[in-house]
């Protein structure tokens, strides 16, 4: 992340983004207990705070689906980036805006995992592929009238087996065969996006790090990028 590359008006717009079970949640709320005046956005699944957000939600998991399918692709895109937008008229509405927000999965999420929904597989690896990540494309696209992209996007990795078992025992259920092709094509477009984005998208891998190291080195990436804007100078990278 260059710091020409940094909005220098209103709160730094960090997202933390990464596959199910690689533990984001629980970390975004540790980080954010630590940089001062952050305000964190929770996932939109686990926020209880905004009436609305929750009746959107609870709407497009009626039908008890853990990624929000309901079989009608379109509308529960285009729903997903209305609350994306939503959150960041909630934050530019308030009367003294915090110098950084760390939203637990942003506009990247919508964007990828729906084009992986948007394109059922075909059996053919490399033209699912990059017919999701065209998609994707297209969906940036659309978004951009609405809803800016963060100024820095933390990509948070590990081992797929590892991110599996921390799923299951937070849902108490493993992933089903149909989550874990989802999950894999997705990861799959977030490596691309980090390589086509470099800018804006750091790469942390929790490989064999503890969670406090992890903790530090988010902490570290997004204090570093408030300094970076302020100051006009720096670069941000993975600890």
């Known amino acids: 992340m260059r710091a020409a590359d940094l909005v220098t008006t209103g709160p730094l717009w960090v997202s933390l983004e990464g596959p199910e079970g690689v533990g984001k949640t629980h970390l975004a709320r540790s980080v954010a207990a630590r940089v001062s005046g952050c305000r964190l956005l929770e996932e ?12 959107v939600v609870a709407a497009l998991s009626a039908g008890g689906d853990r990624f929000l399918r309901t079989g009608h692709p379109r509308a529960e895109t285009l729903a997903l980036l209305a609350l994306k937008a939503r959150a960041r008229e909630a934050v530019d509405a308030l009367p003294a805006p915090p110098p950084v927000v760390l939203e637990d999965r942003g506009i990247d999420t ?58 299951h025992m937070r849902e108490g259920t493993p992933f089903t065969p149909d ?61």
């Open 44 to 55: 939109i699944t686990d926020s209880d705070v905004d009436p609305f957000t929750g009746a």
């Open 179 to 239: 989550e874990q092709d989802l999950v894999r094509r997705a990861t799959a477009l977030y490596r691309r996006l980090a390589d086509a984005e470099p800018g804006r998208v750091v790469v942390l891998d929790r490989g064999d790090r503890t969670e406090e190291q992890i903790v530090d080195a988010l902490e570290k990436i997004v204090t570093a990028a408030l300094r970076a804007r302020d100051t006009g100078g720096g670069h941000v990278a993975a600890s």
């Open 110 to 167: 919508v964007a990828l995992y729906q084009a992986v929904i948007l394109t059922p597989a075909t059996g053919d690896p490399a033209t699912d592929h990059d017919r999701a990540w065209s998609v994707a494309q297209q969906l940036y696209r659309a978004a951009a009238a609405w809803v800016a992209l963060p100024d820095l996007t933390v990509l948070l990795l590990d081992d797929p087996d590892a991110c599996a078992a921390r799923w």
